[in-house]
């Protein structure tokens, strides 16, 4: 059975760091990838997605990817966060169906401190 | 575009009694998923639809559960009886029916039950 992990649960970093997000996912076939955002009280968002070609994915919000078969990972970077970048972040993984069949990780919360 | 659209945002209902959940997909879409979030279990996929026809329930908890979807444009997913347990925020989401399509969230409806 497919399934994702996110190993930090939750990871503060202060305003203009660096940030990744780590996410590891199982199975053998080639993956459908996506992050997601969910703000407070807000539905998730779309982030980016992998699924062909260039192993590393450009996003919204100045956020990118690079999905790594070797490592079965598949990570999210951000060179410089902003505070409005706290919120909660999902990867999710699919194989060869509709991206609904996703399966999600539990999440990593990020805090941004001033 | 509206996005997916969700009603009501906030339920409190005591236990025993129905709740009704609604949602509006965005336009176009052929695909339709409720979700489940909670803190313990995290998102878990409840039922999805394909030209309204329900594809996969295999996630609907129990048989208080239930799920249509009777025009393009309308689903609901109905709780009879509720139970404190079923508390939760619950989703809609919409995708366009091709390979690595993404979900499109709507904001959620948070379920209280007393």
């Known amino acids: 059975a497919q399934s994702v992990t996110q190993p930090d649960i939750h990871i503060t970093v202060s305003e203009g760091a660096s940030l990744e997000l780590r996410c590891n996912y199982s199975?053998?076939?080639?993956?459908?990838l996506f992050w997601y955002v969910q703000s407070p009280g807000q539905g998730l968002q779309l982030l980016l997605k992998?699924?062909?070609?260039?192993?590393l994915v450009q996003g919204i919000k100045g956020f990118e990817a690079e999905f790594k078969r070797s490592q079965s990972s598949f990570n999210l970077r951000k060179p410089s966060v902003h505070w409005s970048d706290a919120a909660e972040y999902f990867c999710?993984?699919?194989?060869?169906?509709?991206?609904?069949?996703?399966?999600f990780g539990d999440g990593t919360t990020l805090t941004v401190k001033p | 575009d509206a996005g997916v659209i969700q009603s009501p945002r906030h339920e409190v209902t005591e236990m025993g009694q129905e709740v009704t959940l609604r949602c509006k997909p965005i336009?176009?879409?052929?695909?339709l998923f409720w979700y489940r979030q909670t803190m313990m279990r995290g998102l878990e996929l409840l039922i999805y639809?394909?030209?309204?026809?329900?594809?996969?329930d295999s996630g609907m908890p129990e048989d208080r559960f239930s799920a249509k979807m009777p025009n393009a444009s309308f689903s609901t997913l109905k709780i009879q009886p509720s139970e404190p347990r079923d508390s939760a925020v619950y989703f809609c989401?919409?995708?366009?029916?091709?390979?690595?399509?993404?979900?499109?969230f709507g904001n959620g409806t948070r379920l209280t039950v007393t």
């Open positions: 992998y699924f062909s070609g260039d192993t």
């Open positions: 989401a919409s995708s366009l029916g091709v390979l690595h399509s993404p979900l499109h």
């Open positions: 199975y053998g076939a080639t993956p459908y």
């Open positions: 336009s176009g879409h052929d695909y």
């Open positions: 639809f394909n030209n309204n026809v329900p594809i996969d």
């Open positions: 999710a993984v699919a194989y060869n169906t509709n991206a609904g069949k996703s399966t």
